[in-house]
């Protein structure tokens, strides 16, 4: 089973700077199969980026997705309020599916 | 605009059993792989269970397998999951999520049903 690590487990950042999250995975991924989620208190998942870099429908352009192999990003280029919540990156392989543990994106 | 909503959580007791349904609408919903993502208080999310369009292909964590089963009834546009001899550590809302057409990511998740498994 692939194991998805994040980092950082928490960010502290203010509105307006740039938000770097990392995903590392303990052995190659599809790029096509690595996609990335933000979770706000209460709420369920939604959809940011699929296929490594590809943002869904509706997700600003200031997020956006790069990476490779065992390596993957989500940027946020500019934080805005909203944007405060925990972010997961998600793979498949191997008929099933691994969440990394999140990265919790706080205020400071 | 696809509509995914979970019903069926209680409070069980360990050892006890539950079935919980996702209601789907606003796509073609026999075509589209389903699956269950659930979330323990406080906790990431950890992946359940998979069945494609058809109900042919199906696949369960490690963690289920054997006690949980997932089915579909697609002349209903609904999703199940029978939970069997539940533990403390099922506890967790539990999401029924669609996989994107031809994709793998999940593109629409409903809001979750809460499992509590408590004596």
């Known amino acids: 089973e692939i194991v998805l690590t994040q980092s950082p487990g928490t960010l502290s950042l203010s509105p307006g700077e740039r938000a770097t999250l990392s995903c590392r995975a303990s052995?190659?991924?599809?790029?096509?199969?690595l996609a990335w989620y933000q979770q706000k208190p209460g709420q369920a998942p939604r959809l940011l980026i699929s296929?490594?870099?590809s943002r869904a429908t509706g997700i600003p352009d200031r997020f956006s997705g790069s990476g490779s192999g065992t390596d993957f990003t989500l940027t946020i280029s500019r934080l805005e309020p909203e944007d405060f919540a925990v972010y997961y990156c998600q793979q498949y392989g191997s008929s099933s599916y691994t969440f990394g543990q999140g990265t919790k994106l706080e205020i400071k | 605009q696809v509509q995914l909503v979970e019903s069926g959580g209680d409070l069980v007791k360990p050892g006890g059993s539950l079935r919980l349904s996702c209601a789907a609408s606003g796509f073609t919903f026999s075509d589209s792989y389903m699956t269950w993502i659930r979330q323990a208080p406080g906790k990431g999310l950890e992946w359940v269970s998979y069945i494609s369009g058809s109900g042919n292909t199906i696949s369960y964590a490690d963690s289920v397998k054997g006690r949980f089963t997932i089915s579909r009834d697609n002349a209903k546009n609904s999703l199940y999951l029978q939970m069997n001899s539940l533990r403390a550590e099922d506890m967790a809302v539990y999401y029924c999520a669609r996989r994107a057409p031809s994709q793998r990511h999940l593109d629409s998740w409903g809001q979750g049903t809460l499992v509590t498994v408590s004596s």
């Open positions: 052995q190659s991924v599809t790029s096509s199969y």
């Open positions: 296929g490594a870099s």
